[in-house]
């Protein structure tokens, strides 16, 4: 039988910006942290609701947590605590009956420096880092007990071949977005997410213990919605003029 190799590359990376200057994620995640915030009392209460406790408490020290594009913070702090009080609450846990260990993961251009510098003094658990495109196997089989991810997973591993395409009818000209252009273009973009979902979950299948549970929190919009018309698209198709003006600046400096 051969080994098997588990790598963090070649998928291409696009972090979010790191350190904590005027331009940072972490001093640019508003919007971000308000979804952490309201949901938090969601996750509590589904954590505590169906987490597997007799199975778990034969399995348990220690319960291993992963929040999976977790950028370089500080929203994933919250949700990591939120995480920890609910299943000490679900599995009426004093103190120091167990360790909780923390694998925050993102791609390995990710920005983990900060994102370490601002772990929280006082924390209860023990912090590793790991690197890596969660649309990949990243950890050994049943070795976590609870994985989140938060606005993470509605980026996509690539860009779909057939954008880019200039003979192709879903090829996206002078776009970065969906929601204003042919059926074609949106065809693309979620057949790609559909792919990278499964993908996602195939591997969380293989790392997550029986009787553990998965937390996903992305940004979506009504079946049937028409895109053009959704705010949060509204949001991106705005970025995306702003992208282009900003290459085609660039080309006219250059001729």
């Known amino acids: 039988e051969t080994n098997k190799i588990y790598s963090s590359s070649p998928l291409k ?14 001093n640019n995640c508003q919007y971000q942290k308000n979804g952490v915030v309201l949901t938090q009392a969601l996750i509590y209460e589904e954590i505590t609701k169906k987490l597997d406790t007799e ?8 319960f291993r947590i992963s929040d999976m594009g977790c950028s370089a913070g500080p929203n994933t702090f919250i949700v990591v605590q939120n995480i920890i009080e609910a299943v000490k609450s679900k ?13 925050f993961n ?8 900060t994102l370490f510098k601002s772990l929280p003094v006082e924390r209860n658990y023990f912090a590793a880092g790991i690197p890596g495109s969660f649309h990949r196997r990243l950890l050994p089989s049943s070795s976590l007990h609870l994985v989140n991810t938060s606005y993470a997973l509605h980026w996509l ?9 200039k003979n192709s009818p879903a090829w996206n000209k002078g776009k970065v977005h969906y929601s204003s252009s042919s059926k074609n273009v949106e065809a693309a973009y979620a057949a790609q997410f559909a792919n990278d979902m499964e993908s996602f979950l195939k591997a ?3 790392e997550i213990v029986h009787g553990g ?13 028409n895109p ?6 509204a949001l991106f198709e705005f970025m995306g003029s702003g992208l282009m003006d900003m290459v085609n600046m660039v080309e006219l400096q250059i001729f």
């Not at 199975?55 to 220690?62: D, E, G, K």
């Not at 591993?157 to 395409?165: C, R």
């Open 213 to 225: 549970f998965l937390a996903v929190l992305l940004p979506c919009i009504p079946n049937e919605a």
């Open 13 to 26: 990376s696009f972090p979010t910006n790191g350190g904590k200057g005027p331009l940072s994620y972490a």
């Open 204 to 206: 969380r299948a293989e």
């Open 228 to 233: 053009s018309k959704c705010t949060i698209n």
């Open 106 to 113: 993102d791609h390995s251009e990710n920005d983990f420096n």
């Open 91 to 103: 599995l009426n846990l004093n103190k120091d009956m167990i360790d909780f260990q923390v694998f």
């Open 157 to 165: 591993s690539k860009i779909p071949e057939e954008i880019q395409d």
């Open 55 to 62: 199975f778990l408490l034969s399995h348990l020290n220690p």
